[in-house]
């Protein structure tokens, strides 16, 4: 099973995004309800691993945190894949990271390192943008790019299927864990 773990957005910060989603010129937008930040991409694993991880994940105890969206950015280099939504590197983001990387470890999964840079996909470009695409998206970045979206406090982040599709991938919650909750639940409640 294809499977990710990811924090799952504050509606605040959801909603603002889809609206500037609107204004993107090009690329494929990622559907509002697939936004998230994505903390660990598990590739496809096993579902008894998968348990075993729900059961590791389950036994932590993240802290508080508000999710703070700095700027607008893309990943490809001079041709573009992606426009995403850049999160500020906070302590405890990146400590709930560190948190789930070693749950994964714990349950047997093994994950290349690889470095962690926080943020929301917005849209996908495919092979890449040239010439007029890669414009037009410089524009929009710079016109758009301070975000002015309020921080706002995260509540929750899950253990995601994802389920390639040609018009785009479908996401599945199968499990969903608390952040900065004082009594932790049940592990085996939530099974996914």
């Known amino acids: 099973m294809r499977a990710f773990v990811a ?3 504050p509606d605040s910060v959801a909603i603002a995004l889809g609206r500037l989603q609107e204004h ?4 494929r937008l990622v559907p509002p309800e697939n936004l998230h930040l994505t903390l660990l991409f598990l ?4 579902v008894p691993a998968l348990e075993d991880l729900h059961h590791e994940l389950g036994r932590l105890a993240p802290a508080a945190f508000d999710l703070r969206l700095t700027g607008l950015g893309s990943f490809g ?6 426009l995403h939504a850049e ?10 990271q560190a948190q789930i990387r ?8 093994e994950r290349p390192r690889t470095r962690f840079r926080p943020h929301v996909t917005l849209a996908r470009f495919g092979a890449g943008l040239g010439g007029d695409g890669q414009r037009r998206l410089a524009s929009f970045i710079a016109r758009h790019g301070l975000l002015g979206i309020p921080p706002a406090p995260v509540e929750s982040f899950g253990l995601y299927c994802s389920t390639l599709r040609p018009d785009g991938p ?7 864990y608390p952040i900065g909750a004082a009594v932790r639940p049940e592990v085996g409640t939530n099974d996914p």
């Not at 590739?43 to 096993?46: A, G, K, R, S, T």
């Not at 280099?77 to 992606?82: D, H, M």
């Not at 479908?170 to 969903?176: K, M, R, S």
Request: net charge negative; proline share 14%.
């Open 7 to 9: 924090l799952d957005l």
């Open 24 to 27: 993107v010129p090009e690329g």
């Open 43 to 46: 590739d496809d694993q096993p």
């Open 77 to 82: 280099g001079k041709a573009p894949r992606t």
């Open 87 to 96: 999160a500020a590197p906070d302590p405890a983001l990146i400590g709930l």
């Open 102 to 109: 070693e749950a994964v470890r714990r349950a047997g999964i």
């Open 170 to 176: 479908v996401y599945d919650p199968l499990a969903t």
